[in-house]
């Protein structure tokens, strides 16, 4: 577990800037997803 924390660092500080924006369009699309309450009769 500690090695691969490690590398996840690693390549984390090796991302350039296009890998973080497509990592935070990622992160909001998931967020936005869950929020949505997948499944669920609400309306938002």
């Given at each position: 577990?500690?090695?691969?924390?490690?590398?996840?660092?690693?390549?984390?500080?090796?991302m350039d800037?296009?890998?973080?924006?497509?990592?935070?369009?990622?992160?909001?699309?998931?967020?936005?997803f869950?929020?949505?309450?997948?499944?669920?009769?609400?309306?938002?």
């Amino acid at each position: 577990m500690r090695q691969f924390l490690n590398e996840l660092v690693r390549y984390v500080e090796r991302m350039d800037v296009q890998q973080w924006v497509f990592l935070l369009v990622v992160v909001v699309l998931l967020g936005a997803f869950c929020l949505r309450g997948f499944g669920s009769r609400s309306q938002y």
